[in-house]
């Protein structure tokens, strides 16, 4: 019973709520709580922490999935996001019990705006992962945002 890995030999996951992300951003809250389902236990918790300067966007996501997709559509909606991709580094998952596991990992995050300008953030996650009816969910999310800069939209031929 370890942590499924696939084709590619890494953590399915990590993956899981990076690929499920999506439709949040667009808005859909029911979509992306059927999306995160598969990431994270009905009583998930996430919470986000900023640096000093950014200190007045902290935020907690508790009820599990549906808490995390009212949250991430909440944020992209105040802050303007219509897409966004993340990329997800360096995991290292130690298991600590038969049914649980920390993992940690890092992530360089694109937010785009609709005149295209780019909010980039970096961040470590630490992640909380039980193993629950076959599956590992994430049961805790630990969101420590390292780094944000604000990038103009490109501009061909000016």
Known sequence: MGIKYNHAGRQDIPECYITKIGPESLGDVQAGTNELHACFTDAAKVVYDFPPAFEALKFKATGGPEGLAQAVVGIYQTLHIIRAQHMVTNVVVQ?????????????????????????????????DVRYIDGQW??????????????????????
């Not at 993992?103 to 995050?109: D, G, K, N």
């Not at 945002?145 to 501009?155: D, E, R, Y």
């Open 137 to 158: 969910k994430m049961a805790h999310r630990q969101v420590t945002i390292t780094s944000l800069t604000h990038l103009p939209a490109f501009s061909v031929g000016q």
């Open 95 to 127: 298991r600590t019990r038969e049914t649980t596991a920390t993992m940690r990992s890092y992530i360089t995050a694109a937010h785009m705006h609709p005149d295209e300008r780019v909010l980039n953030a970096t961040a470590k996650y630490l992640d």
